[in-house]
C-alpha cells in the first residue's frame, strides 16, 4: 500500500508536494512507534497469538477504511476526477492510515518471535531455516506489491479517464489481509501459544525511572559515590538485572546517530516516487510506473544480502581487513549520502528539460494562424513573426504587461489583447483577420503522473466530433477549441467526425507532454488526414529516463544492507539475551525518529530546488556518519553471555561467603548459648548448695 500511497495523497487528495511527503512519513513513523505498545501487550496482557488475531482485524479494518476513501460518487466529482468534498475522503484516509498503523506496529514485533515459539530447543537448526524463509518472504512480497500494487492504481475505474484505481489498489490488499487472517486462524489448532510470562521492556523501564529518581533525591546528601547512574537501582532492584541494563544502555547510546540513515532511506517512497513522475519510464517492451520503481529495491536486496555475506566479507577478512559491525554500518550510512548525491544530479538533469512557465507578474503567449495563408505578426518587443498556414509559432512569448498590441503586417488589422498574468495562452488568428480572435488557455505546470495532456482546436467551417478510446474530446465548434484531456503515453488513435465522414489520426506519445492538434480548413475526410494535422508542442515530453534512478537505488540499498542487516546483528551480538526485544524496539524507534526528520525539514525548510534539498540530507548524513565513527571507535565489543555468567558466579561466590559468614555466626551464637547455659547450671548448683 505504501507504494501509491504518496501518489495517492498528491493526485487524489490533492496535496502538494511537501504534505504528501510530511503525511507519508508521519505513517510511517507512528508504524515504527506502535511496536513498542505491540509488545507490551503481547508479552504483559495477550499473549502473541491474540495480538495477533486482534490486531490484524484492526489493520484489515484500516485497509477497507483506506480503500472506500478513495471511491468517490459521479455526482461529486469534478471535470477532472476530483472530488468536490475533500473533507470526508481526507478524515477516512487519515483514520484508515492511523488504524493500519496500529495495526502493524502491533503485529510487527509478534509475527516473528511467535513463528519462533513453534521450536523447541533442540530445533535450532529448523528455526533458523525458518527465519530465513520468512525474511525470503518478505522481500518477496514486497517485491510483487510494488510490481503489481501501482498497476492496480494506473486502471480507469470511473466515468473520466482520469480517475486512477486507488480504491482498488487499496481494496486488492484489504482482500488479502482478510484472507491471510482467516488462514492464520484456521491454524489455530497447530500453533504452540506461550503465555505472557510478562514484559522484560517494563522492568527495564521502571528499573531505570527508579535509579534517575532515587539519585534526584539523593543529589543533595553525602552518599557513596556509584561507579554507574544505574547503580542507584540496586537497593530494590537485581543486580544482574542492572548490569544488563547497562549493556543495554551502551548499544542504545550508539544508536543516537542512526535516524539519520532513516531520514534518507524512507524517501525512495516519497521525494524518489515524485521524482519519477517527471522521467521517462519506456523501457522498450516494458513501461515502468513511477512508484513501480521502488521494485528495484526489493530485487537488489535479495541479490546483494548472498552476495555480501558469501564474496564481499570473507574477501575482507582474507585481506586481513578487520571490517567490524560499527565499520559495515558507517559505510552503509556513506553509501546512503551517496545514494542521494546521486540523486540530486538526477533531479539537475530533470530540471533542464522543465518548461519555463510564467511568474506571478508575467503572462506567455503563443500565436497560432487558423487561415489558410501566411501571415506576418507584429508583437511589441519581438521581430516580426512569420507564421505559415495552420501552424503555430515554437515558442511562448513573455510579457510584463497586462495589454499588448498585436498587427498584422501588410493590413491595418490591429487587436488590443489583455493578457491574463501567472497564465499561458494561445492566441487564434481566424482567416478572417477582421473576426474575434480567440486566447485558449494553456497548461502551466507539467501534466501529471507522466499523462499527456492534448486538446483540438477546428479550424473548419462544420463542427467536429473527436473521440478515442481514452477520451471523448465531444462536439467542437468552428473555429473553437475542446478541453485538455488526459492521455497515456503509447500509440493513440483518433477519430474525427463531421456529418457522417471521419478520418483517423494516430500518434505516439511519451510521458509528462502536452500537445495542440489543429483540424484545417482543408482537411478532407475520407483521406489520409495523418499530414493534414497540425500538431504543436506546448510542453515537451519527459526526456530523463528512470534508468538514470538505478544507481541512486544501488547505493541506497547497499547502504541498508551494510547498515540495517548488520546492525541487527551487532545489536542482538551486544545485548542479553533476555532484552532483545527492548533493543528490537530500541531499533524500530530510530526509524520512527527518522521519518520524523523528514517531516520536519519538508515543512520547515521549504527548499524551492529539490536537487538542493537532496544534497541538504546527504550533506547532514555525512556530518552524522562522522559522528558516528568516532563513537563506534570508542566502543568496546562484549560478550553479554560471558558477562552473565561471570555475573551469576560472582553472585554465587557472594552467596557462598554469605552462607559461610552465617553458618560461622551460627557457630559463635550456639557456643555462647551452651557457656551460658553452664553458668546458670553451676549458679543454680551454687544456689542449691
Request: proline share 4%; net charge negative; glycine share 6%.
Given at each position: 500500500?505504501?507504494?501509491?500511497?504518496?501518489?495517492?495523497?498528491?493526485?487524489?487528495?490533492r496535496?502538494?508536494?511537501?504534505?504528501?511527503?510530511?503525511?507519508?512519513?508521519?505513517?510511517?513513523?507512528?508504524?515504527?512507534?506502535?511496536?513498542?505498545?505491540?509488545?507490551?501487550?503481547?508479552?504483559?496482557?495477550?499473549?502473541?497469538f491474540?495480538?495477533?488475531?486482534?490486531?490484524?482485524?484492526?489493520?484489515?479494518?484500516?485497509?477497507?477504511?483506506?480503500?472506500?476513501?478513495?471511491?468517490?460518487?459521479?455526482?461529486?466529482?469534478?471535470?477532472?476526477?476530483?472530488?468536490?468534498?475533500?473533507?470526508?475522503?481526507?478524515?477516512?484516509?487519515?483514520?484508515?492510515?492511523?488504524?493500519?498503523?496500529?495495526?502493524?506496529?502491533?503485529?510487527?514485533?509478534?509475527?516473528?518471535?511467535?513463528?519462533?515459539?513453534?521450536?523447541?530447543?533442540?530445533?535450532?537448526?529448523?528455526?533458523r531455516?525458518?527465519?530465513?524463509?520468512?525474511?525470503?518472504?518478505?522481500?518477496?512480497?514486497?517485491?510483487?506489491?510494488?510490481?503489481?500494487?501501482?498497476?492496480?492504481?494506473?486502471?480507469?475505474c470511473?466515468?473520466?479517464?482520469?480517475?486512477?484505481?486507488?480504491?482498488?489498489?487499496?481494496?486488492?490488499?484489504?482482500?488479502?489481509?482478510?484472507?491471510?487472517?482467516?488462514?492464520?486462524?484456521?491454524?489455530?489448532?497447530?500453533?504452540?501459544?506461550?503465555?505472557?510470562?510478562?514484559?522484560?521492556?517494563?522492568?527495564?523501564?521502571?528499573?531505570?525511572?527508579?535509579?534517575?529518581?532515587?539519585?534526584?533525591?539523593?543529589?543533595?546528601k553525602?552518599?557513596?559515590?556509584?561507579?554507574?547512574?544505574?547503580?542507584?537501582?540496586?537497593?530494590?532492584?537485581?543486580?544482574?538485572?542492572?548490569?544488563?541494563?547497562?549493556?543495554?544502555?551502551?548499544?542504545?547510546?550508539?544508536?543516537?546517530?542512526?535516524?539519520?540513515?532513516?531520514?534518507?532511506?524512507?524517501?525512495?517512497?516519497?521525494?524518489?516516487?515524485?521524482?519519477a513522475?517527471t522521467?521517462?519510464?519506456?523501457?522498450?517492451?516494458?513501461?515502468?510506473?513511477?512508484?513501480?520503481?521502488?521494485?528495484?529495491?526489493?530485487?537488489?536486496?535479495?541479490?546483494?544480502?548472498?552476495?555480501?555475506?558469501?564474496?564481499?566479507?570473507?574477501?575482507?577478512?582474507?585481506?586481513?581487513?578487520?571490517?567490524?559491525?560499527?565499520?559495515?554500518?558507517?559505510?552503509?550510512?556513506?553509501?546512503?549520502?551517496?545514494?542521494?548525491?546521486?540523486?540530486?544530479?538526477?533531479?539537475?538533469?530533470?530540471?533542464?528539460?522543465?518548461?519555463?512557465?510564467?511568474?506571478?507578474?508575467?503572462?506567455?503567449?503563443?500565436?497560432?494562424?487558423?487561415?489558410?495563408?501566411?501571415?506576418?505578426?507584429?508583437?511589441?518587443?519581438?521581430?516580426?513573426?512569420?507564421?505559415?498556414?495552420?501552424?503555430?509559432?515554437?515558442?511562448?512569448?513573455?510579457?510584463?504587461?497586462?495589454r499588448?498590441?498585436?498587427?498584422?503586417?501588410?493590413t491595418?488589422?490591429?487587436?488590443?489583447?489583455?493578457?491574463?498574468?501567472?497564465?499561458?495562452?494561445?492566441?487564434?488568428?481566424?482567416?478572417?483577420?477582421?473576426?474575434?480572435?480567440?486566447?485558449?488557455?494553456?497548461?502551466?505546470?507539467?501534466?501529471?503522473?507522466?499523462?499527456?495532456?492534448?486538446?483540438?482546436?477546428?479550424?473548419?467551417?462544420?463542427?467536429?466530433?473527436?473521440?478515442?478510446?481514452?477520451?471523448?474530446?465531444?462536439?467542437?465548434?468552428?473555429?473553437?477549441?475542446?478541453?485538455?484531456?488526459?492521455?497515456?503515453?503509447?500509440?493513440?488513435?483518433?477519430?474525427?467526425?463531421?456529418?457522417s465522414?471521419?478520418?483517423?489520426?494516430?500518434?505516439?506519445?511519451?510521458?509528462g507532454?502536452?500537445?495542440?492538434?489543429?483540424?484545417?480548413?482543408?482537411?478532407?475526410?475520407?483521406?489520409?488526414?495523418?499530414?493534414?494535422?497540425?500538431?504543436?508542442?506546448?510542453?515537451?515530453?519527459?526526456?530523463?529516463?528512470?534508468?538514470?534512478?538505478?544507481?541512486?537505488?544501488?547505493f541506497?540499498?547497499?547502504?541498508?544492507?551494510?547498515?540495517?542487516?548488520?546492525?541487527?546483528?551487532?545489536?542482538?551480538?551486544?545485548?542479553?539475551?533476555?532484552?532483545?526485544?527492548?533493543?528490537?524496539?530500541?531499533?524500530?524507534?530510530?526509524?520512527?525518529?527518522?521519518?520524523?526528520?523528514?517531516?520536519?525539514?519538508?515543512?520547515?525548510?521549504?527548499?524551492?530546488?529539490?536537487?538542493?534539498?537532496?544534497?541538504l540530507?546527504?550533506?547532514?548524513?555525512?556530518?552524522?556518519?562522522?559522528?558516528?565513527?568516532?563513537?563506534?571507535?570508542?566502543?568496546?565489543?562484549?560478550?553479554?553471555?560471558?558477562?552473565?555468567?561471570?555475573f551469576?558466579?560472582?553472585?554465587?561466590?557472594?552467596?557462598?561467603d554469605?552462607?559461610?559468614?552465617?553458618?560461622?555466626?551460627?557457630?559463635?551464637?550456639?557456643?555462647?548459648?551452651?557457656?551460658?547455659?553452664?553458668?546458670?547450671?553451676?549458679?543454680?548448683?551454687?544456689?542449691?548448695?
Open positions: 500500500m505504501r507504494a501509491v500511497l504518496v501518489l495517492y495523497f498528491k493526485y487524489f487528495l496535496w502538494d508536494d511537501d504534505m504528501a511527503t510530511s503525511i507519508y512519513h508521519t505513517f510511517v513513523a507512528l508504524c515504527y512507534l506502535t511496536p513498542i505498545l505491540g509488545a507490551v501487550v503481547a508479552d504483559s496482557w495477550l499473549g502473541k491474540k495480538t495477533i488475531i486482534y490486531l490484524s482485524i484492526v489493520y484489515a479494518i484500516g485497509q477497507v477504511a483506506m480503500a472506500v476513501s478513495a471511491i468517490h460518487d459521479i455526482t461529486d466529482t469534478d471535470r477532472d476526477g476530483t472530488p468536490n468534498n475533500m473533507t470526508f475522503h481526507v478524515a477516512l484516509s487519515m483514520v484508515g492510515l492511523f488504524l493500519i498503523a496500529l495495526g502493524t506496529g502491533g503485529i510487527k514485533p509478534c509475527v516473528a518471535a511467535f513463528g519462533g515459539d513453534q521450536f523447541s530447543d533442540n530445533q535450532e537448526k529448523q528455526r531455516t525458518f527465519f530465513s524463509v520468512f525474511y525470503l518472504c518478505i522481500n518477496g512480497g514486497s517485491l510483487l506489491s510494488t510490481i503489481i500494487t501501482p498497476i492496480l492504481r494506473a486502471q480507469d470511473g466515468i473520466y479517464t482520469q480517475q486512477k484505481c486507488y480504491s482498488l489498489a487499496f481494496g486488492v490488499p484489504a482482500v488479502l489481509m482478510v484472507v491471510a487472517l482467516l488462514v492464520f486462524i484456521v491454524g489455530s489448532g497447530m500453533y504452540y501459544k506461550a503465555e505472557p510470562q510478562g514484559n522484560i521492556m517494563l522492568d527495564v523501564c521502571k528499573c531505570i525511572g527508579f535509579a534517575i529518581r532515587n539519585r534526584y533525591k539523593h543529589r543533595s553525602q552518599y557513596p559515590k556509584r561507579q554507574h547512574w544505574m547503580d542507584w537501582a540496586d537497593e530494590k532492584y537485581d543486580k544482574l538485572l542492572i548490569a544488563q541494563i547497562k549493556m543495554v544502555l551502551k548499544v542504545l547510546f550508539l544508536y543516537i546517530p542512526l535516524p539519520m540513515f532513516w531520514t534518507l532511506f524512507d524517501q525512495k517512497g516519497s521525494r524518489w516516487t515524485l521524482q513522475t522521467m521517462d519510464g519506456n523501457f522498450g517492451l516494458l513501461v515502468i510506473q513511477p512508484d513501480q520503481m521502488q521494485t528495484v529495491n526489493p530485487i537488489l536486496i535479495l541479490t546483494l544480502v548472498p552476495i555480501m555475506d558469501s564474496v564481499i566479507y570473507p574477501l575482507f577478512s582474507k585481506c586481513g581487513l578487520n571490517f567490524t559491525p560499527l565499520k559495515r554500518m558507517t559505510v552503509g550510512m556513506l553509501m546512503a549520502a551517496i545514494a542521494f548525491v546521486c540523486a540530486a544530479v538526477v533531479e539537475i538533469q530533470i530540471d533542464k528539460t522543465l518548461p519555463i512557465f510564467p511568474s506571478a507578474s508575467q503572462s506567455q503567449l503563443k500565436l497560432l494562424n487558423m487561415g489558410s495563408n501566411p501571415v506576418t505578426v507584429n508583437l511589441p518587443g519581438n521581430d516580426p513573426l512569420v507564421l505559415s498556414a495552420a501552424q503555430a509559432s515554437d515558442q511562448f512569448f513573455t510579457f510584463e504587461e497586462e499588448i498590441l498585436v498587427s498584422i503586417v501588410s491595418s488589422v490591429t487587436k488590443d489583447i489583455f493578457l491574463a498574468k501567472g497564465q499561458r495562452q494561445t492566441l487564434l488568428i481566424p482567416s478572417n483577420l477582421t473576426a474575434e480572435w480567440l486566447q485558449a488557455d494553456d497548461l502551466i505546470s507539467k501534466p501529471e503522473q507522466g499523462n499527456n495532456e492534448i486538446r483540438f482546436i477546428n479550424g473548419m467551417k462544420t463542427a467536429v466530433n473527436i473521440s478515442t478510446p481514452a477520451a471523448d474530446f465531444g462536439l467542437i465548434e468552428p473555429f473553437y477549441y475542446s478541453n485538455f484531456s488526459q492521455i497515456k503515453n503509447g500509440k493513440a488513435t483518433f477519430t474525427i467526425r463531421s456529418g465522414q471521419s478520418c483517423e489520426y494516430s500518434r505516439e506519445f511519451g510521458f507532454s502536452s500537445y495542440t492538434f489543429f483540424i484545417p480548413s482543408t482537411l478532407v475526410f475520407g483521406t489520409n488526414c495523418q499530414e493534414s494535422i497540425t500538431v504543436t508542442e506546448n510542453i515537451k515530453p519527459n526526456s530523463v529516463h528512470m534508468a538514470l534512478q538505478i544507481p541512486q537505488y544501488f541506497i540499498t547497499a547502504g541498508e544492507v551494510m547498515f540495517s542487516v548488520t546492525g541487527l546483528e551487532f545489536s542482538y551480538s551486544q545485548a542479553p539475551s533476555n532484552m532483545k526485544a527492548v533493543l528490537q524496539a530500541g531499533w524500530l524507534f530510530t526509524v520512527a525518529i527518522g521519518n520524523f526528520i523528514v517531516l520536519i525539514v519538508a515543512e520547515l525548510a521549504k527548499i524551492p530546488q529539490r536537487w538542493a534539498e537532496f544534497v540530507f546527504a550533506s547532514l548524513l555525512v556530518a552524522v556518519c562522522i559522528i558516528f565513527s568516532i563513537m563506534a571507535h570508542f566502543y568496546t565489543y562484549i560478550d553479554p553471555t560471558e558477562i552473565e555468567a561471570q551469576k558466579t560472582k553472585v554465587n561466590e557472594d552467596d557462598e554469605d552462607k559461610s559468614q552465617l553458618r560461622k555466626t551460627e557457630v559463635e551464637m550456639v557456643k555462647k548459648d551452651s557457656i551460658k547455659c553452664n553458668d546458670e547450671d553451676d549458679a543454680a548448683k551454687q544456689t542449691k548448695m
